[in-house]
């Protein structure tokens, strides 16, 4: 495991790994109407957020609102802007992340409750996210396949209170 992947799992752990997710907060400029997609919040128990943004290879990520402290520097393109929530309630029990093999970039998350029945897939393309909720391990896989065909990934997952562990697809697995 390199440095940039051990650095990145660390964050995921930091910001997801065993949190209880309540809402996913997506931001629209007012202006418009128009939903940022290449932004995204969650709130957590006791008011807490995590905030991603993809604007190239890979994700930032923040600890702060929009209205705290404007870490992804928003208000420099956007006069005001308005937060919806979505409900997803669930505690984080299985994470994966996916890798590019040849280039230290972070394709997607997966997070999911203990039994898998609620989920959220993350697809991080170079300036926009997309977001599907619910869909089991196998369906976030083809998920990142659409969005990324002829890929070769590292998959690292975590469940519960264990340790990060590569799965291993074969050596050539493609999305």
């Known amino acids: 495991m390199n440095n940039y992947i051990l650095s990145f799992m660390k964050k995921i ?6 949190k209880e997710l309540l809402n ?6 007012e202006e418009d109407n128009e939903r940022l997609d290449h932004v995204l919040f969650f709130e957590k128990k006791n008011s807490e957020v995590v905030g991603l943004y993809i604007r190239g290879m890979n994700p930032l990520l923040s600890s702060r609102s929009v209205y705290e402290l404007d870490d992804f ?12 929530k979505e409900d997803i309630r669930f505690e984080i029990k ?18 999911a409750n203990a039994d898998k029945s609620c989920s959220i897939v993350i697809a991080f393309l ?15 896989r083809q ?3 659409e969005r990324f065909p002829d890929t070769s990934l590292i998959i690292y997952e975590k469940n519960h209170e ?10 050539s697995y493609h999305v």
């Open 162 to 171: 264990q340790e990060w562990k590569q799965i291993d697809l074969g050596d």
């Open 73 to 84: 520097n928003l208000f420099a393109s956007y006069e005001k802007l308005v937060e919806v």
């Open 143 to 145: 998920k990142l396949s």
């Open 13 to 18: 752990d930091y910001f997801f790994v065993g």
């Open 126 to 140: 170079q300036d926009e996210m997309y977001v599907e909720q619910n869909c089991s391990e196998y369906e976030a």
């Open 94 to 111: 299985c994470t994966r992340v996916y890798f590019n093999t040849q280039y230290n970039e972070l394709f997607g998350l997966y997070l």
């Open 24 to 29: 996913i907060i997506y931001l629209h400029d």
